[in-house]
């Protein structure tokens, strides 16, 4: 019989419904039947795509045996991290503090059942004993043991854990007369030491894109007036984005990214696809193709792009959250390849190309028996050793890959988690609309505003935004990321489209980001809104992790409302989480990109136009913003019939304003005249103050 799990909207939960398994989701009623049986919880967080989750179930939680201990000792709780990052986030902490290392999925923690701390905790546990970790019933028998037997001991440390937990984040902010610029050029230091000259990408195995770092690098160069640094700075960016691209990280033959490399050199991935990867990068690839002309760049974002709507885009609008690592029970087998499987399927013409290209003449890359596709050879360098132009090298190479894919498309297909996450479509709208900026694509500024218009017909209701969508139900009341992402999504659609409205939700979303997130005590904003179920700990996120700081974002986002509406009040707040986020910035600067962005945009406002378009044909106006865009200008459109803002206040249309923080140009009234003030404020623009003032 299925147990409860069976009705909620989480693909994931709803893979352990047939579990033997006496599965709850985290609900009152599980709660209280842990404190009336005073029996601990077992709470086991994982997400769909993750391959050591299905490892675990497969071994234990479709045991039969495993099952019945679980059922006899525990009340056992099933969340979906990605429905509930308010959950997962507490108890990683709590991993962490617990274990002094860091946590993962799946994540298995202990929970005492009148309280929630959590006195034991862990990751993957096997069915039998290996990796030098017990088997996972010997772990439940003594877990047990120990808080039947040693309440005193267990209470006495989850007293220290829940005080650990309720100060995390809580250290006194900057209460300097001005804020500076140390931690982002200690940011960027640390950027540097640990950058891989050979590589790309920060550190060894395993690697991650880190999207926001790359974004700072490029931010930082396009700023900087020391041009040793700021071509530093943009290499390093770019070396790593090429070698992505190149490695099996990226999927050579369908687009997209998985989200890690195994290996330091970008070969072999972890899998699985993320929305959430790929919006970040789709707009990084779009500005590296706009700022070098670099085919490369424009093919994976395109890439990126195809697969998006091709794999990603649900029936009924928003974009699904991931695709599995597995299909047909192992990692990676819809990936993989034999060499004589491409030779059959290809021309001999194609294959002189392909196999030197991707890789295939060599020995296998995985596991030793299997290849995975990267870029072993450039194709100008294959083209060379076969007496090819490189066009003609290139068409019979694009010819192979068109041919692999319509192979793997016969192949079992990987699962996909079908719910759409309001924080995860909110980030690839803004994606898709920095990208059509840089690229001046409006198909992309279509799909912007395809996916804002889901979010709003599907997770705002009533005034209120919900943080995920299934099978027609908006669930769980929206987190800081929801909004903070929601609320810079806007502002960047404001750059391709003229659409009033967008601006009307930012303004709503920050009002309640202020009313309903904001520690006004000392500044910055919880994960959690103030009318959100008690639990644990109400935390107030800083560093960066698979997604980037909602108080980074909401600080970024705020410094930009603040500027476009000439609202002071935006940009206090955004200047309080600055502050409230100083002890971080300084701790772990490396870790804290997003962040530190808005430290930038705070200590440096950047350039930006606000067009007012003419009623009719604003064909000129709007080229000049697609061309100022490309190269790198803030533009924000509105209609002539829009409402006056303080800082623009002329009621026509073709007028056009061009400010940099609470300086501004006189109205400019042609687009030429706005094109040379735009040359000249770009081409002027300094580093920016070491310090800025309150």
């Not at 693909?11 to 404190?35: K, S, T």
């Not at 709780?77 to 946590?103: M, N, S």
């Not at 026509?652 to 005249?673: F, I, N």
Request: glycine share 8%.
């Amino acid at each position: 019989m299925p147990n409860r799990l069976a009705a909620e909207t989480s693909p994931y939960l709803r893979q352990h419904a047939d579990n033997p398994v006496d599965w709850w989701p985290w609900c009152d009623e599980a709660l209280a039947l842990a404190r009336s049986s005073r029996r601990p919880i077992l709470l086991s967080i994982g997400y769909s795509s993750c391959h050591w989750c299905h490892v675990m179930a497969h071994e234990s939680f479709e045991d039969e045996a495993t099952a019945a201990v679980m059922n006899a000792l525990f009340v056992n709780i099933k969340v979906d991290r990605e429905e509930r990052p308010d959950l997962d986030r507490i108890y990683q902490l709590a991993h962490q503090a617990l274990t002094r290392r860091g946590g993962g999925w799946p994540l298995t923690v202990f929970l005492t059942p009148d309280d929630h701390l959590p006195y034991f905790a862990g990751t993957y546990f096997p069915k039998t004993p290996r990796y030098g970790t017990p088997p996972f019933v010997e772990v439940l028998r003594q877990v047990r043991q120990w808080y039947d037997q040693r309440r005193q001991e267990v209470m006495a440390q989850n007293a220290a854990l829940g005080e650990f937990l309720r100060d995390y984040g809580r250290a006194p902010g900057h209460a300097a007369a001005a804020l500076d610029d140390s931690p982002l050029r200690e940011g960027l230091v640390r950027l540097e030491r640990s950058f891989d000259p050979v590589h790309g990408g920060f550190g060894g195995a395993p690697k991650f894109p880190h999207a926001g770092d790359l974004a700072l690098l490029l931010d930082a160069a396009d700023a900087s007036p020391d041009r040793g640094r700021a071509g530093r700075w943009r290499r390093m960016a770019l070396h790593s984005l090429r070698r992505m691209a190149e490695g099996g990280i990226h999927d050579q033959l369908g687009g997209g990214f998985c989200r890690y490399s195994v290996d330091a050199q970008w070969a072999i991935p972890h899998f699985e696809k993320m929305l959430y990867d790929n919006a970040l990068l789709l707009p990084l690839y779009a500005r590296a193709a706009a700022q070098t002309g670099e085919g490369r760049f424009a093919d994976a974002a395109e890439g990126i792009a195809d697969w998006l709507e091709r794999e990603m885009r649900g029936p009924d609008g928003g974009y699904c959250a991931a695709l599995d690592a597995d299909s047909e029970g192992e990692e990676g087998r819809f990936y993989l390849w034999a060499s004589s499987e491409v030779q059959d399927a290809l021309s001999p013409e194609s294959w002189a190309v392909a196999a030197p290209h991707w890789g295939l003449d060599g020995p296998p890359n995985f596991e030793g028996h299997a290849w995975h596709l990267v870029v072993a050879r450039p194709l100008e360098e294959v083209a060379s050793a076969l007496g090819l132009p490189v066009d003609e090298a290139r068409q019979r190479r694009d010819a192979a890959r068109a041919r692999l894919f319509a192979e793997r498309e016969r192949r079992v297909r990987p699962g996909r988690d079908d719910k759409r996450l309001t924080a995860w479509n909110a980030l690839l709208a803004s994606g898709f609309a920095q990208a059509a900026a840089w690229l001046g694509h409006d198909g992309l500024a279509q799909r912007a505003r395809d996916t804002v218009a889901f979010l709003r017909r599907a997770l705002w209701r009533e005034g209120r935004l919900y943080a995920s969508w299934n099978a027609g139900q908006a669930r769980f009341p929206g987190y800081l990321d929801d909004h903070a992402f929601l609320l810079e999504a806007l502002l960047d659609l404001l750059r391709v489209d003229p659409d009033p409205a967008h601006l009307d939700w930012a303004l709503e979303l920050a009002a309640q980001l202020l009313a309903r997130f904001e520690d006004r005590a000392q500044g910055g904003f919880f994960f959690t809104a103030d009318d959100h179920e008690p639990l644990i700990a109400r935390l107030k996120p800083y560093a960066d992790e698979a997604l980037p700081s909602g108080n980074g974002v909401a600080a970024r986002a705020l410094l930009r409302l603040g500027h476009l509406t000439a609202e002071p009040r935006w940009l206090d707040a955004a200047e309080r989480t600055l502050r409230a986020g100083w002890a971080t910035m300084g701790e772990i600067p490396h870790g804290c990109a997003t962040l530190l962005s808005a430290l930038r945009e705070f200590l440096q406002p950047p350039a930006q136009a606000v067009i007012r378009l003419p009623a009719g044909d604003g064909r000129a106006w709007r080229e000049t913003a697609r061309e100022l865009g490309r190269q790198g200008l803030r533009c924000a459109l509105l209609p002539e019939d829009a409402p006056v803002l303080p800082l623009y206040a002329a009621r026509q249309g073709g007028v056009a304003y061009l400010c940099s923080g609470t300086r501004c140009l006189p109205p400019l009234e042609t687009p030429a005249a706005l094109r040379e003030a735009a040359a000249a404020e770009l081409g002027a623009r300094p580093a920016g103050p070491a310090q800025a003032p309150k």
